[in-house]
């Protein structure tokens, strides 16, 4: 069982930036891959951006490509997805997820997930 809680979140003018933190806790957090997916009103969550459990490996979704970066610290059991030049179109909760790989990028791909985290982005 891993259990992840997601913080960072808020409102933020287009253009700015945000990083997004999920603490791991329980099994062994370096074991899994963890990923970063998002939930928009109305739509169905999408993939954002995945990595590897040593970092040698990390994907991104077509829409956040060279704009978001996923980051992880296996010593401190965090996850982290920096956003930057972010778009009224990024307004989503965003979820974390660990899972068995960091290829998935669908959300049954996952076997645990954190509760999500808010944010809005200000035209």
């Known amino acids: 069982q891993v259990q992840l809680v997601e913080s960072g979140g808020g409102l933020v003018q287009a253009g700015g930036s945000l990083k997004l933190s999920c603490a791991a806790s329980g099994s062994t957090f370096s074991s899994y891959a963890m990923g970063w997916f998002r939930q928009a009103p109305g739509k169905e969550r999408e993939f954002v951006a995945a990595i590897t459990w040593s970092s040698t490996g990390r994907y991104y979704g077509d829409s956040v490509k060279g704009r978001f970066t996923i980051s992880r610290d296996n010593g401190k059991n965090i996850v982290y997805l920096q956003m930057n030049s972010l778009k009224p179109e990024d307004a989503a909760v965003y979820y974390c997820?660990?899972?068995?790989?960091?290829?998935?990028?669908?959300?049954?791909?996952?076997?645990?997930w954190g509760q999500g985290t808010q944010v809005t982005v200000s035209s």
């Open positions: 997820a660990a899972g068995l790989t960091a290829r998935g990028i669908r959300a049954y791909d996952y076997l645990y």
